[in-house]
């Protein structure tokens, strides 16, 4: 199974860009797929994650500005009002289970190779 994210990109503050991930291979059906981030420095954060019925999660630092989506074994991820402090390397992930919290690369059973996004004035 490989996990392709695309979407990344160079913008303003304030801008907006769309994450895209597709799961691909032979497997049943994904628990939850998200993204995490890293920044230059900083451990791996939580952003967002949505479970196969639509439960979603986010980090307190995107809520009301990012938004997940998914239609089947694709993830989006929606980023408005972009900062400075969203600048990282995105990751996709995917599990089997339906925990939405889950911080850690070993939680996942798929991991994607990362798309950077970088906000600059």
């Known amino acids: 199974v490989q996990l392709q994210a695309s979407g990344g990109g160079q913008v303003q503050i304030g801008g907006s860009l769309r994450l895209s991930c597709t799961a691909s291979?032979?497997?049943?059906?994904?628990?939850?797929m998200g993204w995490l981030r890293q920044a230059p420095g900083n451990g791996r954060e939580l952003v967002s994650t949505?479970?196969?019925?639509?439960t979603s999660m986010y980090g307190d630092s995107v809520k009301g500005r990012f938004t997940i989506s998914r239609d089947k074994n694709t993830v989006y991820l929606q980023m408005n009002s972009l900062k400075p402090e969203d600048t990282a390397v995105y990751y996709c992930?995917?599990?089997?289970?339906?925990?939405?919290?889950?911080?850690?690369?070993?939680?996942?059973?798929?991991w994607g190779q990362g798309t950077l996004v970088t906000v600059s004035s």
């Open positions: 992930a995917a599990d089997y289970g339906r925990i939405t919290s889950q911080m850690r690369k070993s939680d996942y059973d798929y």
């Open positions: 291979g032979r497997f049943v059906s994904l628990g939850v």
């Open positions: 949505i479970t196969s019925d639509g």
